[in-house]
C-alpha cells in the first residue's frame, strides 16, 4: 500500500511522469512501475475532467501488458 500510495501522489503532482505505455487499445495510457512489490499501475489522464483514471494494477511477471 505505501508504494502504491507514493506513486498515486507522484502522479497527481505530476502526471506525464509515467512512460506511454504500447500495444493500448485505449489512448494515452502511461504507467509506472513500482519496482519494490514489481507492479506496473497503469493510468491515463482525463483531460475533459482535470482526472485520473487508474486503469490496471498488474505484476510484471504476468509477462503480458493488461487487456485495456
Known amino acids: 500500500m505505501e508504494d ?3 506513486a498515486l ?3 497527481a503532482l505530476q502526471p ?3 512512460a506511454k505505455a504500447k500495444n493500448m487499445k485505449l489512448v494515452d495510457v502511461r504507467r509506472i512501475h513500482l519496482s519494490r512489490v514489481h507492479y506496473y499501475l497503469y493510468y491515463r489522464i482525463k483531460h ?3 482526472s485520473i483514471e487508474i486503469l490496471a494494477l498488474w505484476h510484471s511477471s504476468r509477462g503480458s501488458e493488461p487487456n485495456l
Open 4 to 6: 502504491l500510495d507514493s
Open 9 to 11: 501522489h507522484l502522479i
Open 16 to 18: 506525464n511522469i509515467g
Open 48 to 50: 475533459t475532467s482535470s
